[in-house]
């Protein structure tokens, strides 16, 4: 398996909503990344986890709480998001202190606010 | 901080002619770096990547990259373009370790190949 898998979708929800997107790999990575993305824009990076830890939080607003459950996993708990929160979010995976043998990302959950 | 840019926003290119996708470099040490592609709606594809080594890289789907090192540059080219190939085309280096090792990206390029 070679993939990594982002449920669901797409996901519209309220303001007042409280949504998760998840993230799955089985390829043994220990690194895992959410990456937010606007339309035509690169993607900015919102969290690094590392070996299940949290490692980097690009000062991220606190209504965006990720989540390493396993080795395998990688939650986003949204609640009371913006307008401005909708986006593509991205998940990527690699093998941590490395990058060596590349990055692969999901298909991205598309999130709209409303 | 690890970076690259991508001089243009977008590239046009006649079908069956060769392509270039400019991306320049700034690093501290040796640079990990990356293409990317993303078609409409769609996550990132994995296209090359420039660890070590050769500095022809040969990559996905008839790309290939030049890794030069004078010019801290890493272009990306096809020889034949299709319309296929249409699509916003991302350059990318690892961050250091104080970033965990994330990509950082460039701006992205948008190319459009005509028929």
């Known amino acids: 398996d070679t993939e990594v898998t982002q449920t669901p979708k797409h996901l519209v929800m309220g303001m007042t909503n409280k949504k998760s997107l998840k993230c799955e790999q089985h390829m043994g990575h220990r690194a895992m990344y959410w990456y937010k993305q606007k339309a035509k824009k690169p993607p900015e990076l919102m969290f690094v986890y590392s070996y299940e830890k949290l490692s980097i939080n690009e000062s991220v607003p606190s209504r965006f709480s990720p989540e390493c459950p396993n080795s395998s996993l990688l939650n986003l708990h949204l609640h009371a998001l913006q307008p401005e929160d909708s986006a593509l979010y991205l998940c990527a995976s690699s093998q941590p202190r490395q990058g060596f043998y590349g990055y692969t990302f999901g298909s991205g959950t598309r999130l709209t606010v409303v | 901080a690890q970076s690259v840019a991508q001089p243009e926003d977008q590239v046009n290119v006649a079908e069956g002619n060769p392509l270039t996708v400019k991306c320049t470099y700034s690093v501290s040490g040796n640079p990990y770096l990356f293409w990317y592609v993303q078609y409409p709606n769609r996550g990132l594809q994995f296209l090359l990547k420039?660890?070590?080594?050769?500095?022809l890289v040969k990559g996905s789907y008839g790309f290939e990259a030049e890794f030069n090192k004078s010019q801290t540059s890493f272009h990306l080219k096809k020889p034949s373009a299709l319309v296929s190939d249409s699509a916003l085309y991302f350059c990318?280096?690892?961050?250091?370790?104080?970033?965990?090792?994330?990509?950082?990206f460039g701006k992205g390029t948008s190319l459009l190949v005509t028929p």
């Open positions: 990318a280096v690892r961050s250091n370790s104080n970033s965990g090792y994330a990509l950082n």
């Open positions: 420039y660890i070590t080594g050769d500095n």
